[in-house]
């Protein structure tokens, strides 16, 4: 079975730019989460999602935002771009939220 | 206090030997535990997750949670170069799919 996917693999964006990150759960899986990791860090909790409905956000401005469509896969908007979002974007898929299984990340790197 | 509080590292075992990583909590809210491993540049793997008090094993891991101690463990039997990596203690209140995750410590098995 594909694991959790996630595109691109890396990002570069200028400081101000916009950008949008994809992921795939696992087949059967209903449940989305975002995570930002900075280096040296755990990962942060951005967002859950779980039948399209937002489940739960973490302490991210409004400038983060998501959705998840109707065959489960998610996306993550970032607006206004600064330098301290670069960082791995993880995204975690699970059939209601409990035992989290991680993509491969997207590296972004603002500029 | 941080919600969940590990030991950066790096712990230095040798191969064959058994290692140990700790991790402690705050909060005694219901909430389960989950263990990741995380190579450099990778996303983190889920190795093992405890629910209830006790021991669980799979394996050469076996994970130790102490509720009372607001303590969980992470036993790695026979060591090997191979785990060589960063592992990940993190937790979720129950009924949230919000993983909440400690900084992580660095292992190193060396030969």
């Known amino acids: 079975d594909a694991g959790v996917t996630q595109s691109p693999t890396h990002l570069i964006k200028t400081r101000g730019q916009h950008v949008t990150l994809r992921c795939s759960p696992i087949s059967g899986h209903k449940s989305v989460s975002w995570y930002q990791q900075v280096l040296g860090q755990g990962p942060q909790f951005i967002f859950q999602?779980?039948?399209?409905?937002?489940?739960g956000r973490g302490n991210f401005p409004d400038r983060f935002s998501a959705r998840q469509f109707p065959n489960y896969s998610s996306e993550l908007n970032v607006n206004a771009l600064l330098l301290g979002d670069s960082a791995l974007y993880l995204c975690a898929s699970s059939w209601t939220g409990e035992e989290q299984y991680f993509g491969p990340g997207t590296r972004l790197t603002v500029t | 206090q941080k919600e969940v509080e590990q030991n950066s590292g790096p712990l230095s075992v040798p191969e064959g030997a058994i290692a140990s990583l700790n991790c402690t909590y705050s909060?005694?809210?219901?909430?389960?535990f989950f263990w990741y491993r995380q190579y450099s540049g990778k996303s983190p793997e889920l190795i093992m997750f405890i629910y209830s008090n006790g021991d669980k094993e799979d394996g050469r891991f076996t994970a130790q949670l102490n509720k009372a101690s607001q303590y969980v463990s992470l036993l790695i039997r026979d060591s090997q170069p191979s785990d060589s990596a960063t592992y990940l203690c993190a937790k979720r209140p129950s009924n949230t799919g919000k993983l909440i995750f400690g900084q992580g410590t660095t292992l190193q098995v060396k030969p």
């Open positions: 909060d005694r809210g219901s909430q389960s």
């Open positions: 999602y779980y039948e399209k409905e937002e489940r």
